[in-house]
């Protein structure tokens, strides 16, 4: 599949779903049964962990379509890198999506600067430099700072080697996109 194609059919799916006229597909023990011996998504969606925004739900998607990879704030680091590298490179998958979502927590702790402990520190640090890009901005600094870390994930993932030679050699689209929390819909980003 095409990536001009996978997204159109992403933003088909995420409409059925804002319609509330969801298929369900791929979602049968058939259909488990047809994937058992191999997969071939047709995108990689690298979305934030909140449990309001799962991806095969708000895409109309079903088992086998999408190559989820969930993380606080939609970062990236190197094993999301490998899993994208991998998800291209072994599996086909012609398109990226990083999505993120308004109200994200962990951008919000970002921009308060709040104390965080442990581990969260490795996700603040990772979107802060969005943040600081988003400050400038006119407008709210959490959703402005929420879509400047979606366009500066888009940016890694372009400069990162190998998926700046597949974008080179149109075998990958990445792209950026944002959930909006009250209706559901998807709006392209990046």
Do not use: W
């Not at 088909?12 to 779903?17: I, L, S």
């Not at 400050?135 to 993932?157: F, H, S, T, W």
């Amino acid at each position: 599949m095409h990536a001009n194609r996978a997204l159109e059919k992403l933003m088909a799916g995420n409409r059925r779903y804002v319609d509330d006229q969801v298929v369900h597909h791929h979602q049968s023990g058939t259909r488990m049964r047809a994937i058992s011996k191999g997969q071939h998504p047709f995108a990689v969606i690298l979305g934030c962990a909140d449990s309001r925004v799962p991806p095969e739900i708000i895409f109309d998607q079903g088992l086998g379509d999408l190559f989820v990879i969930r993380v606080a704030g939609n970062i990236l680091d190197d094993a999301i890198l490998g899993s994208i590298e991998y998800a291209v490179e072994e599996l086909g998958t012609p398109l990226v999506l990083v999505l993120g979502h308004e109200r994200c927590g962990v951008v919000a702790a970002t921009v308060k600067h709040a104390a965080v402990l442990g581990h969260i520190s490795t996700l603040v640090n990772a979107i802060q430099p969005a943040v600081n890009q988003a400050k400038p901005r006119p407008g709210d600094l959490l959703d402005n700072a929420v879509k400047a870390n979606i366009e500066m994930v888009v940016a890694q993932l372009k400069a990162s080697m190998p998926v700046s030679e597949f974008v080179q050699q149109n075998r990958l689209n990445v792209v950026g996109a944002q959930y909006n929390l009250e209706d559901g819909a998807i709006e392209i980003t990046a």
